[in-house]
């Protein structure tokens, strides 16, 4: 690792460490990025020592970029909790404290810390993916399928049409899927790499950046230092431990690219495939009320699928997607009518 760019990251935590501080000034939260930053400017100092020892020049006062001064901006405005996830690609570390309650101050136990429920990106993440994916082909193909019903009675245009879609939407979504995840899972891994180097190189550190971390989620201070050391001192769990409570990340739960491409792909095509069904089934004049039926009956049970995600009662959650789908419909199928009007 360059001793220089080290040099340099280190400073830039430092920098935003403090930036956060100030904005939650007067708060535990507040103490722990202040000694946090004092940690991140002591390995700054080692590493600037390693570039003096090798007889490089010793690189001058640290000048942030443009990035790290627009970040740090927007810690001031809109606070570290909303940008928990772009100072965590940052190097930031501590951002578990705001996976709690908006206290922040929740009491953990040692057992707790040790045995957590973890829902990781793997397996709720793919269900989750699956049931908005399923959503999403339901109301833009139904919405498609109305709008052209509504603009011509050609069956074949309207077969056409809906089949264009459901390819088209499975491949996008399936791709922007893949892309997304994949980008996650290499930053993820990036910060997990730096976590491991770390790890091996500075453990004494890493402990004391683990330490303040449980004693701002409410440990005390005594119990929060015995804690880290102990988790610290095993090698099998440590790169674990660390990665979840300074990164937010369950490293053995990170998604899959590929199967989330898949998820989402054959889930849109799923949803998609309902309203188009009637038509493909040759059902005639009879088919474009059963595609909104069908729609009907498949988005109030997806919105209450919804509601294991929300926590809302599944009879609202069910209700509140019928609405918007039966909106989104209606409107498409207008459109399409005023068209029709206005070819004459």
């Known amino acids: 690792m360059n001793p220089l760019d080290s040099w340099a990251e280190e400073q ?44 490089y020049p010793a690189p001058g006062p640290f000048v ?20 928990k996830n772009v100072l965590a690609a940052m190097k930031v570390r501590g951002m578990a404290i705001y996976g709690g309650g908006d206290d922040g101050h929740a009491m953990p136990t040692a057992l707790a810390m040790l045995e957590r429920h973890h829902r990781g990106l793997a397996g709720g993440g793919n269900l989750r993916a699956a049931v908005f994916g399923v959503n999403e082909g339901i109301v833009s193909n139904a919405g498609l399928i109305l709008g052209v019903a509504g603009a011509a009675s050609d069956v074949r245009m309207i077969v056409l049409s809906g089949v264009a879609s459901m390819a088209a939407g499975a491949l996008a979504i399936a791709a922007g899927e893949y892309v997304s995840v994949r980008a996650q ?20 550190a890493e402990a004391q950046e683990l330490a303040l971390i449980y004693a701002a989620k409410g440990l005390p201070v005594k119990q929060a230092d015995r804690l880290a ?3 610290v001192a095993d090698p099998e769990h440590a790169l674990d431990t660390l990665a979840r409570e300074e990164l937010g990340v369950e490293p053995r739960e990170l998604a899959s690219p590929i199967v989330a491409g898949f998820t989402s792909l054959g889930a849109f095509a799923l949803g998609a495939f309902v309203p188009l069904a009637p038509y493909l089934l040759g059902l005639g004049s009879a088919a474009l009320a059963w595609t909104i039926g069908l729609s009907i009956a498949c988005l109030f049970a997806v919105g209450a699928a919804m509601s294991l995600f929300t926590g809302r009662s599944a009879l609202y959650a069910g209700a509140r997607m019928l609405v918007i789908g039966l909106v989104a419909g209606a409107i498409t199928f207008g459109v399409g009518h005023l068209l029709r009007l206005a070819g004459g």
């Open 12 to 55: 830039r935590s430092a920098y935003l460490y403090r930036a956060c501080a100030d904005a939650e000034n007067g708060t535990v939260r507040a103490e722990l990025f202040r000694r946090l930053a004092g940690e991140a400017e002591a390995q700054a100092a080692i590493w600037r020592a390693q570039l003096t020892a090798r007889g």
């Open 64 to 83: 942030p970029d443009a990035r790290t001064r627009i970040v740090a901006n927007l810690v001031q405005w809109l606070g570290p909790r909303r940008l």
């Open 185 to 204: 899972r290499e930053l993820y891994d990036h910060q997990i790499a730096l976590e491991r180097h770390e790890l091996a190189q500075y453990p004494e």
């Open 229 to 231: 050391r102990r988790l």
